[in-house]
């Protein structure tokens, strides 16, 4: 990697690594539970599930990602553990989320009140787990679960700034690049991956990159590549 490229990756990081840039982003949903569990005013669930989901909508432009994780949350009155737990799920055929509709996230929440009966938390479920136990999803060793990614970021960085470091037994080494193909084209630009495949080898490959930058925190490199977007744009 030249010097040059290092630096930028290194700049865009520290600058965009910033919840200024984050007032309109999915992981605002999670971080609003997160406050209010500071507060007392709910619970790590309440965190866990609104991250799930507003990953999991995390797809197409930002207002449209936004006005449907409001929409979820209106349904859920805001108290997502308490919707989970109460099993009275509109299920209907309607679209909340572009292809996603009601009763797909119905049966999301049978699978988180089945997993939360038994477990107090979702940190202990590896990406293939959550595949398959939570999206009942075919095992796929090859994919990036990039949703999956961008939610064990947020749950596990824990600098303060935009993720929210509640779980404590990931290690931010372990966690890697939430792979879509925005990411995958910014990486390719920045000369971060050559790879013709947008699968796990292809976001393990980012991610050493970035572990060569950021040896205690690689995915910190994701505000990197963010930082590329919006300065190319500018």
Known sequence: MKESTRNQLIEWAEKYND????REDPVMFPR????????GRAVLQDVEIAALFAAHFAWGRREMIIR????????MEWRPFDYVKAGAWRDDETSIHRTTKWIDVARICKRLK??????PS????TQDEFRTTIFRQKSDPKAPNKKINMMRRWMVRDDGKVDLGLWKKIKK?????PLDVHVYNRA??????RRKQRDLKTALQITDAFRDIFPDDPCLGDF???GYDIDKDA
Do not use: Q
């Open 19 to 22: 919840p200024e840039y984050f």
């Open 114 to 119: 089945e997993w939360y009966f038994w477990h």
């Open 188 to 193: 390719v630009a920045c000369g971060l991956t």
């Open 32 to 39: 609003k539970f997160a406050e209010d569990m500071a507060e």
């Open 122 to 125: 979702l940190e202990s479920l």
């Open 173 to 177: 080494t372990d966690l890697i690049i």
């Open 224 to 226: 990197a590549l963010f």
């Open 68 to 75: 449907d994780c409001n929409r979820l949350m209106d349904e």
